[in-house]
């Protein structure tokens, strides 16, 4: 069931999920869109976040040795993009690693469904900004806030009115789709070449910074290392050198090996072992690359011509 809201019911809406959780809302801070605790729905930002909200599930750094808690929070404001970064990790790492697991589960998502392209997003070529898998979905169209919740959380609906179109989403998805088109992919887990140029000519300007793996909401790799205050977890990114250090050499010392090895993965490697393109389209490693490097070239290179 689909509710149309005004902006009062919003209101409503935060202040019942209040009763049972700690909210916290996208919201503009000293020129920032960030993630804080919010009281009242007036607070929160539809502006994209500056980052992603991936460290309400994996925090940067935190000790492992310590039993993960539940801390029932909600999060309003995150969009579709990002979620669904939490649904491919889901793929790998739920009921895997504890820490994921327990804030996955205590954690409600509500999504604001985007109404126009951000600039460089291609959401479109993974299905568009509109979900088949939320908590809570949010279309906000004029003066209406158009709200459907996966069965776990359709009590906070209850006593709201029933949009009086049923189709509001799925009309609004087909229209943001063909109004934007989308990047082909085109099997571009089968087109990707191993012996590519394009991972050399990366090379040739990436500074090895690591941002587009700490910005990218599906990427959830870890570091795991000893200090004096005990045995931590911190997040890690495929394109640094120690990455793959051991005790037995690197098995990509090279860096045009670590860009290759985080497009296979995301391209081809979860694709096939999963059945999903590990990436969401957010455009988040390309808008934090200081060197703009654009992951879409790995999708639109002519693999068939070098
Ligand atoms: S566009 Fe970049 S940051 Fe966004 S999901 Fe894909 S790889 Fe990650
Ligand atoms: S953000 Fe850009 S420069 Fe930094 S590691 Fe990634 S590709 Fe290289």
Redesign the pocket.
Known sequence: MIYELTEEDMERLLQKIAEEYDVFGSKEELGEVVFSKISSFSEVSEKKSSYSPKDFLIKRSENILEIPRAEKKAVIGVKSCDLRGFYLMDLQILNKDPFYTVRRQNTLFINFVCTEMCPGGFCTSFGGPVLDDYDIQVLHIGQSYFVEADPRYERYLAGFRPASDQDVFVKHSKEFNRKYGKIELNGIEKRMKWSSKLWTE?ANY????????YSCPTCYCIDVYDDETGRKKEWD?C?LEGFTKTAAGNVRPDLSDR?RQRFYHKFKYYKLSKGEYLCTGCNR?VD????D?DIKEVITHDYDKE
């Open positions: 990366f990436c500074i090895s910074c690591g941002a587009c793996n990114s394109i860009l490693c934090d690359c200081p060197v490097i």
